[in-house]
T-cell receptor, first 114, second 113 residues
């Protein structure tokens, strides 16, 4: 069982609200990721981080922002939620600096913006 | 553009049958090819992975076949069981650059009793 936790599991929120999705891992991994998974299953990388104070944009453009102040914590924020942000958000982590290591995923946050 | 192409999108197999999912890639810098399994309500979890220096890797009922010249790899699930019903993702990464995983579009496998 992976030691990576996401909260909340489900969130229904009104348009225009600010939200923060939490992600924490206890494995000491340097690298962390946020993926957006649409109803068609496909996983899109939206943000990643190599370590503290590092944040990078992924392959899919996103209006969300991330921060990495502590190794174990990688929250994702939407300043003003819109219905187009409705999706499943998956956080993951892996070791960095070693070749081809396993990514561990959290259970995801299913976000619905009404 | 899609870095890793996966097919089929969905697959229905009888219990005891063989499930086969195929993936193809273009980037010759890719040097790590994992398969992830995702059950409803859960995040993906690593199932099995291969590096391009071998053509096949087997773990229990799960086998990856890898064809470097064709830039293709596939997952074979032998003696498929209803408990194997899940979504399967192939992926690829390169140790150069950011070393991020590029995922296929996923295959929803249903094994019927």
């Amino acid at each position: 069982e992976a030691d990576i936790y996401q909260t909340p599991r489900y969130l229904v929120i009104g348009t225009g609200k600010k939200i923060t999705l939490e992600c924490s891992q206890t494995m000491g991994h340097d690298k962390m990721y946020w993926y957006q998974q649409d109803p068609g299953m496909e996983l899109h990388l939206i943000h990643y981080s190599y370590g503290v104070n590092s944040t990078e944009k992924g392959d899919l453009s996103s209006e969300s922002t991330v921060s990495r102040i502590r190794t174990e914590h990688f929250p994702l924020t939407l300043e003003s939620a819109r219905p187009s942000h409705t999706s499943q958000y998956l956080c993951a982590s892996s070791e960095w600096g070693k070749m081809n290591t396993e990514a561990f995923f959290g259970q995801g946050t299913r976000l619905t913006v009404v | 553009q899609q870095q890793v192409k996966q097919s089929p999108q969905s697959l229905i197999v009888q219990k005891g049958g063989i499930s086969i999912i195929n993936c193809a890639y273009e980037n010759t810098a890719f040097d790590y090819f994992p398969w992830y399994q995702q059950f409803p309500g859960k995040g993906p979890a690593l199932l099995i992975a291969i590096r391009p220096d071998v053509s096949e890797k087997k773990e229990g009922r799960f086998t990856i076949s890898f064809n470097k010249s064709a830039k293709q790899f596939s997952l074979h699930i032998m003696d498929s069981q209803p408990g194997d019903s899940a979504t399967y993702f192939c992926a690829a990464s390169s140790k150069t650059g950011a070393n991020n995983l590029f995922f296929g579009t996923g295959t929803r496998l249903t094994v019927i009793p």
